[in-house]
C-alpha cells in the first residue's frame, strides 16, 4: 500500500507501529485501532490522526522529517495546498509513517487491496 494514500484506521495502525506501541484491532467493530496504556494494562483508542493530544508529541519529536516528506510529497508550497490544509494530521501522520517504513507498507487488515 503506498503510504502517501492510506487512510483511517489503516494510518493510525501503521502510526502506532511506528511507534512501536504495538496496535490491535478493537472490537468496535469499524476496524478502529488501540493501543494497550503502559500504566493500566487496558486498550485505550489510538487516533492521531483526529486527536492532537496523541499527534502533537509526534509532531514535535519528527517535525524536520515530517517536512522533508512534505516537500518531496506535495513541493514547497505544501502547507498552503488545500488538500493539506483540509486535514493536516492524516497527511503528517503518513509522513511519519514514510519516514518510519518508507513509501510502501504491507496491506492491513489482511484483506486489504494493495495499491
Known amino acids: ?6 487512510e483511517v484506521p ?5 502510526v502506532a507501529k511506528s511507534q512501536g506501541l504495538g496496535p490491535i484491532v478493537d472490537g468496535r467493530g469499524d476496524g478502529s485501532v488501540s493501543v494497550v496504556n503502559g500504566a493500566s494494562g487496558s486498550p485505550e483508542p489510538y487516533q492521531p490522526t483526529t486527536d492532537w493530544s496523541q499527534a502533537g508529541p509526534i509532531l514535535a519529536d519528527h517535525w524536520y522529517d515530517l517536512e522533508t516528506v512534505m516537500l518531496e510529497w506535495l513541493g514547497p508550497s505544501w502547507s498552503h495546498m488545500k488538500e493539506f490544509r483540509e486535514n493536516p494530521l492524516l497527511w503528517l501522520m503518513r509522513a511519519f509513517v514514510a519516514v518510519n517504513f518508507g513509501d510502501e507498507v504491507e496491506a492491513w487488515p489482511p484483506d ?3 495499491d
Do not use: D, P
Request: zero cysteines; glycine letters at 0%.
Open 1 to 6: 500500500m503506498k503510504v502517501n494514500r492510506l
Open 112 to 114: 486489504a487491496e494493495s
Open 10 to 14: 489503516v494510518l493510525n495502525f501503521w
